[in-house]
T-cell receptor, first 110, second 115 residues
Framework: QQPVQSPQAVILREGEDAVINCSSS?????VHWYRQKHGEAPVFLMI?????EQKGHDKISASFNEKKQQSSLYLTASQLSYSGTYFC???????????FGSGTRLQVQP | KAGVTQTPRYLIKTRGQQVTLSCSPI?????VSWYQQTPGQGLQFLFE???????NKGNFPGRFSGRQFSNSRSEMNVSTLELGDSALYLC??????????????FGSGTRLTVV
């Protein structure tokens, strides 16, 4: 079953912050985050494993709430290069395939 | 190091035909997964291969099949093409199953158009 992402789309000005959420109805083992720019392949950002950790990658970080089966991606002080569609991918504890959400389209304007 | 290579980049086929897509993973990666991407459905999982064995399969009809060779290269085949099969087919390789630990590296995809 596909994880649910919100919001579906967001428009930011450079320097503003954004949060993208991903939730699942299943018990999760891991959550992945990817960014896809138009006409390009999705690019891996980070993976969070069961255990409720938080990770950071420059000004992009993410958290994973194991109890709520939710993950959030935080983009701070957004840059034009952050524009693209962000996908979360979830692996449930049944160790089945990585299932992706429908994506969040993020546009950063000057 | 070389990335994930998918060939061909573009394909136009007629309904009823069959097609074979190829994926060469990153050297050392043993897992290859295939996804279908369409504007309406997003990224839909097709199947995952690890060490030449299919480990997981998505909810696609039997017309969609795949295989993996001893050098980890993978192919997927779609028989009796339908208009609805038009999509971007993405291959992703990883060191472990489901991209554990290091995530997936995606190829640029094969854009299939069925007319």
């Amino acid at each position: 079953q596909q994880p649910v992402q919100s919001p579906q789309a967001v428009i930011l000005r450079e320097g503003e912050d954004a949060v993208i959420n991903c939730s699942s109805s299943k018990a999760l083992y891991s959550v992945h985050w990817y960014r896809q720019k138009h006409g390009e392949a999705p690019v891996f950002l980070m993976i969070l494993l069961k255990g409720g950790e938080q990770k950071g990658h420059d000004k992009i970080s993410a958290s994973f709430n194991e109890k709520k089966q939710q993950s959030s991606l935080y983009l701070t002080a957004s840059q034009l290069s952050y524009s693209g569609t962000y996908f979360c991918g979830t692996e449930d504890t049944g160790r089945r395939a990585l299932t992706f959400g429908s994506g969040t389209r993020l546009q950063v304007q000057p | 190091k070389a990335g994930v290579t998918q060939t061909p980049r573009y394909l136009i086929k007629t309904r009823g035909q069959q097609v074979t897509l190829s994926c060469s993973p990153i050297s050392g990666h043993r897992s290859v997964s295939w996804y279908q991407q369409t504007p309406g459905q997003g990224l839909q999982f097709l199947f995952e291969y690890f060490s030449e064995t299919q480990r997981n399969k998505g909810n696609f009809p039997g017309r969609f099949s795949g295989r993996q060779f001893s050098n980890s290269r993978s192919e997927m085949n779609v028989s009796t093409l339908e208009l609805g099969d038009s999509a971007l087919y993405l291959c992703a390789s990883s060191f472990g199953l489901q991209g554990r630990g290091y995530g997936y590296t995606f190829g640029s995809g094969t854009r299939l158009t069925v007319v």
